[in-house]
């Protein structure tokens, strides 16, 4: 069986991205972002996933490019896509080729250190997850894909139902307040994720993110980029990192949390996965602004999500 530092799995996506009158297609999808990154770091990403037959061999092409090893599937017809429309300051968000997705086998013939779980478009099958958590050391997942469904050509949030379930065999959970808003409880979300043994990441956008880790939290500070261009692909970009550091180099949680914050400010600067960083430039911006790590208490949590959402309400990041 082979043995493997770092797999990331879930759909690969076609992401068509329009700002302004400009339009840029890209391979996308926590898979793409997250083994980019990786390699980008220095170590080896495996990447296990599926993609439309029509754009099989040109995603084959970038994968060879970045010397990225690969198990690709490919399934009839066009690849998943999403249409990412940036409107001053709205996005607007369109899905397609959604209806005839295959679903991921979790039962992997590879076993490694760390596994990141990036579903898209809840296609992650986890009937064989207590087998495989005994052949890695480490499994995270992205929320975001388990958390919403097309309908109409228009992603919709829904209630994974079966979350407490699986929650128990990961060791780092992620989200973004907008996947978890309207469909839970966030407070008391949190209080559920305080009575598992793992790290939870709540993004902010721009304001940065909350790391909890049982009963501890912490507000992590975000990086300022050069400019703002495209944020897709920036949680995929913190969580990978995050693992880099975390995981396979075993920094502290906290200190992971900052290069995964400090990563994901260089991704927003170009469209698709272009601005994806090196080490030595996260490093270089790391070390330029400074920025520290904060002990928060739990009953400012709620404040910090409310002036999150009060400020986003019209900004580029609010998904409408």
């Known amino acids: 069986m082979e043995i493997y530092n770092y797999i990331v799995t879930g759909l690969a996506t076609k992401d068509l991205i329009v700002v302004d009158s400009f339009i840029k297609e890209c391979f996308g999808g926590t898979v793409t972002y997250g083994s980019i990154q990786i390699k980008k770091l220095g170590a080896e990403p495996f990447l296990v996933s599926y993609i439309g037959e029509k754009d099989y061999f040109n995603y084959v092409s970038l994968l060879d490019q970045y010397k990225i090893k690969y198990n690709l599937g490919k399934y009839e017809g066009n690849t998943l896509t999403f249409k990412n429309i940036y409107k001053k300051n709205i996005r607007i968000q369109n899905v397609y080729n959604y209806k005839f997705l295959p679903k991921i086998s979790l039962d992997f013939p590879f076993r490694g250190k760390c596994l990141h779980l990036g579903p898209i478009l809840n296609e992650l099958d986890f009937n064989k997850i207590a087998e495989i958590k005994e052949k890695f050391s480490f ?45 839970v409880k966030i407070d008391q ?99 330029e602004q400074n920025l520290s790590v904060k002990i928060i208490d739990f009953n400012k949590v709620k404040a910090i999500i409310d002036d999150y959402l009060i400020q986003n309400k019209f900004d580029l990041f609010w998904i409408k």
């Open 139 to 183: 499994i995270a997942i992205d929320l975001q894909g388990m958390y919403r469904k097309a309908y109409k050509n228009k992603i919709k949030k829904q209630i994974w139902t079966e979350f407490k379930n699986f929650s128990k065999y990961f060791d780092v959970i992620k989200s973004s307040v907008e996947e978890l808003y309207d469909i």
């Open 189 to 287: 979300f949190l209080y559920d994720i305080m009575e598992l043994n793992c790290i939870f990441i709540l993004t902010l956008g721009e304001m940065g993110s909350l790391l909890m880790i049982k009963d501890e939290l912490y507000f992590i500070p975000s990086f300022k980029p050069r400019r703002v261009i495209d944020p897709t692909g920036a949680g995929d970009v913190y969580l990978a990192t995050f693992l880099y550091f975390n995981c396979l180099l075993n920094y502290e949680a906290t200190e992971s949390a900052l290069y995964a914050s400090c990563a994901s400010s260089f991704v927003v600067e170009e469209l698709g996965y272009y601005g994806i960083a090196t080490e030595k430039d996260i490093l270089n911006r790391f070390k």
